[in-house]
């Protein structure tokens, strides 16, 4: 399978998430205006592959302005800058920035790195998920309810809550997944339902609103998601709706098990109080497939994420290992 994110022959080349479910197409960018307008778009997405984005980019820029370090470290700055809330985003910037004065070949090198990384961190913190998940939970097969899409098209390659489905359906353990839509760009409902479907697992879509009333019927034996920026303490920034899942996690004993690079891990941050959540246009809320299914001039409240607190976390589980 091809990677999310990759670098070809001077440029990146992604696969279009907003295109997807409906055309598979790849798009290449070679500059950086049209990868910040692509983070931004949400053409690639998730936390990984925005790390990814970030170190490209830089490549990119580099490409282009070096030995001018001050304009390659402007426009990857600006990369840096397309979204807030993933901290993976500066993470890949700042890596790639750490061979700038090297050479542009160097730039890149370390970007290539980062992509070849990917899929290997991603495989190893989902396997140690997959067994705390057998651990934890004694009903076999499983049935696993994911957020939003934590799968290969939010890293590089393989994914990370969806890794740990790859990991327990390959042993025969999944019963089903029950994938969130997400609203309201849907990551759920477009994204983690195609992969699912790709890879043969016995998958239902819910309203978000429904998650709830499955963990109340016992539909649910682990809730497993990614995430966008983790604190020092555990908390955890991810797709809107994460903490609601928690809190419903909680009251009915549910492991609550989040999976991620340490590359999300954010040793600056004390707790998650000072993370910045970013907040996206009305219009996303407003409309579907730009019919309008508000009055006209709603106003709007759409954060894009939210932060979960530890203590409604059973484990954040990173390729180092379970953290509880
Ligand atoms: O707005 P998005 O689609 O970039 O949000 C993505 C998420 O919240 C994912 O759950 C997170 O990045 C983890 S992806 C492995």
Redesign the pocket.
């Known amino acids: 399978m091809r990677r999310t994110i990759d670098w070809d022959d001077g440029a990146i080349v992604i696969v279009d998430q907003v295109a997807l479910p409906g055309a598979y197409r790849t798009l290449r960018l070679g500059t950086v205006d049209e990868l910040v307008d692509a983070i931004q778009r949400?053409a690639v997405?998730?936390?990984?592959a925005l790390g990814a984005a970030g170190a490209l980019g830089t490549a990119l820029a580099a490409r282009h302005h070096w030995p001018d370090l001050t304009k390659v470290r402007a426009q990857a700055e600006r990369v840096a800058r397309a979204r807030p809330t993933?901290v993976n985003l500066s993470w890949g910037v700042s890596r790639a920035l750490s061979a700038l004065p090297e050479s542009a070949e160097a730039v890149l090198a370390e970007a290539q790195a980062i992509l070849d990384e990917d899929e290997n961190v991603n495989r190893l913190a989902s396997g140690h998920a997959a067994e705390l998940v057998l651990e934890r939970c004694p009903r076999r097969p499983l049935r696993l309810l994911t957020h939003?899409?934590?799968g290969r098209l939010?890293?590089v390659a393989w994914?990370?809550?969806l890794g740990v489905v790859w990991h327990l359906h390959t042993a025969g353990h999944v019963d089903y997944v029950l994938a969130d839509e997400t609203r309201p760009l849907l990551?759920g409902a477009r994204l983690t339902a195609w992969e699912l479907a790709e890879a043969g697992v016995p998958y239902r879509i819910l309203p978000d609103s429904a998650a709830a009333l499955a963990m109340a019927r016992g539909m649910v034996d682990c809730v497993l998601?990614?995430?966008?920026r983790i604190a020092t303490n555990g908390d955890v920034a991810?797709?809107i709706g994460t903490y609601g899942l928690a809190i419903a996690a909680a009251r009915h004993r549910i492991p609550f098990v989040v999976v991620?690079p340490w590359s999300t891990v954010d040793t600056s941050l004390p707790d998650g109080s000072s993370i910045v959540l970013e907040e996206r246009p009305a219009d996303e809320v407003t409309h579907i497939s730009g019919e309008p299914i508000a009055p006209e001039g709603a106003p709007v409240f759409n954060p894009?994420?939210d932060v979960t607190p530890a203590e409604l976390i059973t484990a954040v589980v990173t390729e180092r290992g379970v953290l509880s």
């Not at 997405?45 to 990984?48: I, T, V």
């Open positions: 949400l997405r998730g936390a990984p993933a939003c899409n934590a939010a890293t994914g990370t809550a990551q998601v990614g995430a966008d991810n797709k991620a894009a994420f």
